[in-house]
């Protein structure tokens, strides 16, 4: 597919854009609110079929894939997480630039309307882009961070004394009650790092929670996700 063309598979649409393909998935009514989802594995669909099981809230979802996830969601270059893994790039800003400036746009655009608002959610290191761009850009009204990936070296550092180009109006944050537990020094602080954000912005006044899921990180990934999504379109 080239660059910016569009291709309506059933109900839903997919664009191309400088190797990103996204997958739209639209409202029955116009003006619903947008949510764009950065996928890992192409879950887009799984996911906004488990939206509408939890509720009523009409939306659009335009599920980003293909993406470089270790360059493309991470802030800064950081060490390999596991033996063998390639080091995390910190491309974040690069495709940060390209979400905003041209994918949103076209997204926009293929819409019968504009949205009531732009929502921003993602899972693992797709949460912790979700909440790194809301310090780089005001184009999301909410953002949903599902067990995101903040033990990410000097993430924490980074969001409190970053301040945010937008107050949302509601931010969901959530993790898995065994994430913290595991044999990897670098990920363990992930739970203690997860309230430490919570509170830090529930503290700066923005209507923030922060949801314990049952088990580790690899669990219900599509649940998880859903529910930070439903969460944002009912407040």
């Known amino acids: ?11 839903n649409a997919t664009l191309g854009i400088e190797g990103k393909r996204v997958e739209l998935f639209p409202s029955e009514n116009p003006g619903a609110p947008l949510v764009v989802l950065n996928t890992v594995t192409g ?4 996911v906004a079929q488990a939206v ?17 996830w270790g360059d493309d969601m991470t802030p800064w270059p950081a060490p390999p997480v596991r033996k063998g893994e390639a080091p995390c790039g910190g491309r974040a800003d690069d495709y940060l630039q390209l979400l905003t400036g041209r994918i949103l746009p076209a997204v926009v655009e293929r819409l019968s309307k504009a949205p009531a608002y732009i929502a ?18 005001d184009a999301f009204a ?11 070296p000097g993430f924490v550092e980074y969001a409190r004394t970053h301040g945010l180009l937008r ?30 954000l919570a509170g830090h912005y529930q503290g700066a006044g923005i209507h923030a929670v922060l949801e314990m899921n049952p088990g580790g990180h690899f669990k219900d990934a599509v649940r998880r996700t859903a529910r930070g999504i439903a969460w944002l379109l009912q407040e």
Do not use: H, Q
């Open 1 to 11: 597919m080239e660059n910016g063309e569009w291709g309506i598979v059933g109900v």
């Open 43 to 46: 879950e887009g669909g799984a």
């Open 52 to 68: 509408k099981g939890m509720t009523d809230v009409d939306f659009a979802l335009a599920a980003v894939g293909n993406l470089r």
């Open 120 to 137: 921003l959610a993602g899972y693992s290191l797709g949460g912790l882009f979700a909440l790194y761009a809301t310090t780089r850009t």
């Open 142 to 152: 909410r953002v949903a961070s599902a067990s995101g990936s903040l033990w990410y």
């Open 167 to 196: 107050e949302p109006d509601c931010l969901y944050l959530s993790l898995g009650d065994r994430e913290g537990r595991t044999n990897n020094p670098l990920m363990r602080p992930v739970e203690e790092n997860t309230r430490l």
